[in-house]
């Protein structure tokens, strides 16, 4: 019996009005379910870990929203609603720890380290496997939100390509890169590292829950030749599912539940123009046109920037170097209660004030504009 079918029992009584509602459905109940360690009395739900951040990909995206980071009275962090990304400015993961820091870990292990949060800066205690790389660095990601991703994976790389101006030849100051993935172009996650839906919800079940994929066979995720102990651990993978703990079919089933998810309904309110003569729509283009005619009003030019010092993390993702950013979608703004990559901003104000490098100019007429003006943009913003 396949894994997904046990999942759901109950929605395939349900009479499904076609095919695709019934692959989001089933896709919704393994993108919430809470995975298991193997072995478990039914193969269908195991292979979580040996290290891992959260059980299931809803435990960070909730309502496929962004992450709440669940913080306990002493600072100290759950693995829920973020992560902890390591690497170095060559583009290298941790010799010992990865591409990742995976902070729980299931019975008979130890997750790798205790992450602690204060303002936006994240504190680590107790590393398992001693100390970093000398030049690794660590810096907080907040899981972002997960509505109308199908559209944006439908805006052309032509689109995306004409948009790119990587060497300033306008002379605006605006010089948008792609980031170029095995050949592919990258328009998902804080980096833009991942090129498809499939890919990132793959990259998930590693990093994330420590599941093994056809994208990442591996049943130990993201554990290194120094974690033998976690290379050892138990796996869920079966010849039922590929030898896999996620095979192509449920990985399939969970790309189409993220394509599916809706955007939010646009803005009501009009901005007399402010959006753009402030220079924010240089990056976060107000509508693109997927490649089937469709407007999509994300406000995102889904290109990588250089944002300047204030939010560098010193972490080259593929071509994305330390100070550069994916453009993140402003639609949603109205929900959002922490901004930017690691949830360090509380509002769009404080966002801004972030904004350096490419933006500086940007920031400074948004700080030069009247009282009046000043409002006007913010309400419209948040409104989005
Ligand atoms: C431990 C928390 C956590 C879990 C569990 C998790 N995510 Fe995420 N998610 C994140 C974070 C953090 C990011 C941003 C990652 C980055 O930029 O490196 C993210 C980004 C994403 C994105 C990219 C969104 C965008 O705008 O580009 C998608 C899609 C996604 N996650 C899907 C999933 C799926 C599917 C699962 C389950 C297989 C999952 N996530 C599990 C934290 C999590
Ligand atoms: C040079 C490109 C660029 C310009 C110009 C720019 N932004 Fe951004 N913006 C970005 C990037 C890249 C991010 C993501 C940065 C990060 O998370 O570290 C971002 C993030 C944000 C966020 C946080 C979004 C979230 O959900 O976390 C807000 C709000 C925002 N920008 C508003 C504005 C406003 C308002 C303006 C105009 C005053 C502006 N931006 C101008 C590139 C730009």
Not at 112 to 120: L, M, R, T
Not at 164 to 178: F, L, Q, T
Not at 179 to 207: C, H, Y
Not at 258 to 275: H, N, Q, R, V, Y
Request: hydrophobic share 35%; net charge negative; with cysteine.
């Amino acid at each position: 019996m396949k894994k997904y079918i046990f999942l759901i029992g109950g929605c395939l009584l349900a009479t499904p009005s076609s095919a695709d509602t019934l692959d989001f459905a089933m896709g919704k109940a393994l993108f919430d379910r809470p995975w298991t360690s193997a072995p478990a009395a039914t193969q269908a739900t195991d292979g979580l870990g040996p290290l891992f951040n959260a059980r299931s990909c809803l435990a960070c995206h909730p309502k496929s929203g962004r992450g709440v980071i669940d913080r306990a009275e002493n600072g100290q962090l759950s693995g829920r609603g973020y992560v902890i990304r390591i690497g170095n400015e060559k583009g290298e993961d941790d010799p010992v720890y990865g591409h990742q820091l995976q902070t729980n870990a299931i019975h008979g292990f130890k997750g790798e380290a205790k992450v602690f949060y204060e303002d936006g800066y994240y504190k680590l205690t107790e590393l398992t496997y001693g100390e970093m790389a000398e030049d690794s660095k660590f810096a907080g990601r907040l899981s972002q939100p997960l509505y109308g991703l199908g559209l944006l994976d439908r805006i052309s790389d032509e689109t995306l390509l004409a948009l790119a101006d990587p060497d300033d030849k306008n002379k605006d100051g605006i010089s948008g890169r792609v980031n170029m993935v095995d050949g592919k172009i990258g328009r998902f996650a804080w980096k833009a590292t991942a090129p498809t839906l499939e890919i990132q919800a793959a990259n998930a079940f590693s990093n994330d829950i420590g599941m093994s994929t056809p994208v990442h066979p591996q049943h130990y995720g993201d554990c290194t030749k120094a974690q033998q102990d976690c290379r050892q651990g138990p796996s869920g993978a079966s010849p039922q599912f590929e030898n896999l703990e996620i095979d192509s079919q449920m990985l399939h089933l969970v790309t189409t539940y993220l394509k599916g998810l809706k955007p939010p309904a646009p803005t009501t309110l009009k901005d007399d123009g402010l959006f753009t003569s402030t220079g924010c729509a240089a990056c976060h283009i107000p509508v693109l046109t997927t490649s089937d005619g469709r407007k999509v009003q994300a406000y995102t030019d889904l290109l990588l920037h250089n944002m300047g010092d204030a939010l560098a993390d010193g972490i080259r993702e593929g071509d994305a170097s330390g100070r550069e950013w994916r453009t993140q979608p402003l639609w949603g703004t109205r929900d959002t209660k922490l901004f930017l990559h690691d949830g360090r901003a509380k509002s769009v104000e404080e966002a801004i004030s972030f904004h350096g490098g490419e933006a500086q100019s940007a920031k400074e007429r948004f700080y030069n504009l009247s009282k009046g003006a000043k409002t006007k943009l913010l309400a419209f913003i948040n409104s989005l």
